[in-house]
């Protein structure tokens, strides 16, 4: 089986859970048990139904990104004519912070190249300049689905996607959007911070800390962190290591000739992958396997900064605790949370294509 097989088997296996208003099945972010609304996996599977339809020419996958765009661009999906809706969790934004609007103006951005209608192109831009961007701070703030302003998202990778959405966005012409993602890229390699062997830090430390004094407080109270915190945050960092590579590949699609692509700092993030250490521990992190697909993000890396053949194992071991040979679809067999895993497959849009021996 290659890579493009499984996300055309996997988008034609799910054709059958789309509802009528065109939504697909929400989950509850993973690990984070956060109660979501349709909008996040909608988004992904419009991406997964478009490249189907572009890899087979089966028109049931255009139908069905139709219907999906359709329901994205519904007062469902955007009540208040603000940010979208995608989480229900009372006690945090119902935004998703950045990383919420980042899934569904990637979704947006890819349906406009594909249908060309700028009705889908202007809402991708609105929402994402909705979004305060401060120099300074190198970050963009939270926007409620009312509209009002959260303050900044503290969860660089949340950060990082915002960036590299607004990278894609901007090579339709928006000169702001372009500006803030160069001001953004260009300050990375002071805020984007890696421990010792190139592993990105989930929280650099000082991160949106402007002056000494702040900074100094910011390095004071990491370092009053308790030691097992550390750790649990250092597993949680190599379960997104890939996520933030992802981004970084994004990023790298439209800005290839950035000097940061050709630092020492970078090349370290993508030495680690080979490391016996990274390989092991990826394989237990609570944020790896059971939540990310570090097989397709780690793949997608390998192939625009390093070796591809080193992703086999990666992308094996995903297989192996994802995919449902007996339905024919990715992450079913996700222990946590089955329906956004299956919506993640769309991730292999960005892959060029790799054969996989899911037996040995």
């Not at 993000?297 to 992703?311: V, W």
Request: neutral net charge.
């Amino acid at each position: 089986m290659n890579t493009e097989e499984v996300l055309f088997k996997s988008a034609s296996a799910a054709l059958s859970r789309q509802f009528l208003d065109g939504s697909m099945p929400a989950g509850h972010n993973g690990p984070y048990r956060d109660p979501e609304t349709p909008v996040r996996n909608t988004s992904h599977w419009l991406i997964s139904y478009l490249k189907s339809y572009e890899l087979t020419g089966e028109n049931k996958f255009k139908e069905a990104a139709e219907k999906s765009l359709s329901y994205l661009m519904s007062e469902k999906a955007r009540p208040m004519k603000a940010t979208f809706w995608h989480r229900k969790n009372p006690k945090k934004d119902f935004s998703n912070g950045l990383m919420g609007q980042a899934w569904t103006i990637e979704a947006l951005e890819y349906a406009f190249r594909f249908f060309g209608d700028d009705a889908i192109l202007r809402l991708a831009v609105d929402v994402f300049r909705l979004h305060p961007y401060k120099s300074a701070h190198k970050a963009w703030e939270t926007v409620n689905v009312d509209g009002s302003i959260k303050g900044f998202d503290p969860t660089f990778n949340h950060q990082l996607w915002f960036a590299a959405v607004g990278g894609v966005l901007s090579k339709h012409g928006d000169q702001e959007i372009r500006t803030q993602v160069l001001d953004f890229i260009n300050g990375l390699s002071d805020s984007m911070k890696t421990y010792s062997n190139g592993v990105i830090k989930h929280h650099p430390t000082g991160y949106q800390s402007v002056g000494k004094k702040e900074k100094l407080w910011a390095h004071y109270r990491h370092f009053r962190i308790p030691r097992k915190q550390k750790e649990y945050t250092y597993l949680k960092s190599i379960g997104y290591h890939g996520f933030n590579l992802y981004a970084l590949g994004l990023i790298h699609n439209e800005f290839p000739e950035l000097s940061f692509f050709e630092t020492s700092l970078f090349k370290s993030m993508i030495a680690v992958i080979d490391s016996e250490e990274f390989k092991s521990k990826i394989s237990y992190s609570p944020y790896s396997y059971d939540y990310n697909p570090p097989g397709f993000e780690l793949a997608f890396a390998l192939q625009k900064f390093g070796d591809r053949s080193k992703a086999e194992l990666f992308l094996k071991e995903d297989f192996k605790r994802s995919y449902s040979e007996e339905k024919s679809q990715w992450g079913l067999k996700n222990p946590i949370d089955p329906e956004t895993a299956a919506a993640r497959v769309y991730e292999l849009y960005q892959l060029s294509k790799m054969e996989i021996v899911i037996h040995d």
